[in-house]
Nanobody, 123 residues
Framework: QVQLVESGGGSVQAGGSLRLSCAASGRTFSIYCMAWFRQAPGKEREGVASIALSSAFYADSVKDRFTISRDNAENTLYLQMNIMKPEDTATYYC??????????????????WGQGTQVTVSS
C-alpha cells in the first residue's frame, strides 16, 4: 500500500554533509511514523532517526549532527547529515508504519521499507 524510494546517497569526506530523501507513494495519508535506519556490512540494521507528528527521535551516535524532517505536502522524508564521520558509512533505509505508539528506533516497528541508498564517508 505504501512504496518508499530513497535517494541522495553517495560519497563524502569526513566533516562534510549529505542529505537523503525518501519519496513515499500509495496510501501515504495513513502513515503516522517514518524513520531512517542504516546497516553496515556484518552489522545489525540500526535506527538512526524517527519522526512521528511533531516529535523526532535520534540515536545517541547522531544527535546534534543529523536532522530528520518531513514534507507532508510532497510526501517526502529527509535526513540532513552534517559533520559526517567514517562510522556513518552504511546503506541507509527509509521505513514507515501506520501506527507508531513506541519503539521508534526498533526495526520490528516498521512494515514498509525502501531499497536503501549507499553512503560512504572517507577519512
Amino acid at each position: 500500500q505504501v512504496q518508499l524510494v530513497e535517494s541522495g546517497g553517495g560519497s563524502v569526506q569526513a566533516g562534510g554533509s549529505l542529505r537523503l530523501s525518501c519519496a513515499a507513494s500509495g496510501r501515504t495519508f495513513s502513515i503516522y511514523c517514518m524513520a531512517w535506519f542504516r546497516q553496515a556490512p556484518g552489522k545489525e540494521r540500526e535506527g538512526v532517526a524517527s519522526i512521528a507528528l511533531s516529535s523526532a527521535f535520534y540515536a545517541d551516535s547522531v544527535k546534534d549532527r543529523f536532522t530528520i524532517s518531513r514534507d507532508n505536502a510532497e510526501n517526502t522524508l529527509y535526513l540532513q547529515m552534517n559533520i559526517m564521520k567514517p562510522e556513518d558509512t552504511a546503506t541507509y533505509y527509509c521505513a514507515a508504519v501506520p501506527f507508531c505508539p513506541g519503539g521508534y528506533l526498533q526495526r520490528t516497528t516498521y512494515n514498509f521499507w525502501g531499497q536503501g541508498t549507499q553512503v560512504t564517508v572517507s577519512s
